[in-house]
């Protein structure tokens, strides 16, 4: 089993247990789930482009920062312009929590996605009733028809729904699924190998009524206006700004390098 199955394997049990302690009828009334959400592809659009990830630790990387209080990160993020914020909500593999993105609302009116592995409507649910605009699915682990129905439960709520993908035949079965956005990650999430020359190729195949974004690796102001040319309108970064003792100063310093390049 590669790590990603493995994960796959945990999040269902993790879910059904969910199921069985919290019902979808007490998180649909809960009082975030009326919220209005605010669009990450518009937003994507509108500013720079930029989604900062709040993320403690991961496999490819064990620790990353696990000192910091996410209430001050995504502060930090926001007033640094980015356009979104990703939190990560997996605890086994991540450190992350659904709480992490409740402390994140409570914090900040920038859109915020839900960074998770999707394998059931519930977690759908969950997101919104945490405060989440838009959530995350991922190509490699769900059928056609499992995208297209989590894709559709996320619309129905009023998120935006980011479609991940990492080779051609991931994006031959995300065609039909009604997604705003299509994000291909330059990581590998069963070798970890990381390739930026994955988004450049991969730009092209994508229909533009799908927003462009390119996942992983990013480190460099460079690396964005490359990507721009290829089409590509958001870019998400975790590691680069996670890794140092203030990343929100760092993500700021880093959308200050890009405006001036404009
Ligand atoms: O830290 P990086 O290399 O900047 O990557 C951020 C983000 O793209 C990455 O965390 C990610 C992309 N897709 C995922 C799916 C699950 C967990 C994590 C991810």
């Known amino acids: 089993m590669n790590i990603l199955d493995k994960i796959i394997a945990d999040k269902f049990k993790e879910v059904e247990l969910k199921k069985s302690l919290i019902p979808v009828s007490q998180l649909e009334n809960s009082v975030l789930f009326d919220r209005k959400c605010i ?18 630790r991961s496999p490819s990387k064990s620790v990353i920062n696990q000192s910091l209080n996410v209430q001050d990160v995504v502060k930090g993020y926001e007033e640094a312009e ?10 086994k593999y991540f450190g992350g929590s659904l709480e992490d993105l409740l402390y994140a609302r409570a914090s900040v009116n920038t859109p915020l996605l839900r960074k998770e592995f999707m394998v059931d409507a519930y977690q759908v649910s969950e997101a919104k009733a945490y405060g989440a605009d ?12 499992q995208l297209i129905y989590l894709a559709d439960s996320a619309k129905k709520l009023g998120m935006d729904v980011l479609l991940e993908i990492h080779n051609e035949e991931e994006l031959q079965k995300s065609l039909n699924v009604n997604a705003d956005m299509i994000g291909v990650n330059n990581r590998n999430l069963k ?69 001036s390049m404009a």
């Open 134 to 145: 838009a959530i995350l699915l991922i190509a490699a682990v769900l059928s056609e028809k």
């Open 39 to 56: 669009s990450l592809a518009e937003s994507l659009k509108n500013g720079s482009g930029i989604i900062a990830e709040h993320k403690r």
């Open 191 to 259: 070798t970890f190998e990381v390739s930026i020359d994955t988004s450049k190729r991969l730009a092209k195949l994508i229909p533009n009524e799908f927003v462009k974004v390119s996942e992983s690796g990013i480190s460099t102001t460079a690396a964005i206006t490359d990507l721009k040319n290829y089409g590509f309108e958001g870019f998400l970064i975790g590691e680069n700004f996670m890794k140092t003792d203030n990343p929100g100063a760092a993500a700021k310093e880093f959308i200050t390098e890009l405006k």
């Open 82 to 91: 980015v356009s979104g914020i990703s939190v990560l909500t997996d605890g």
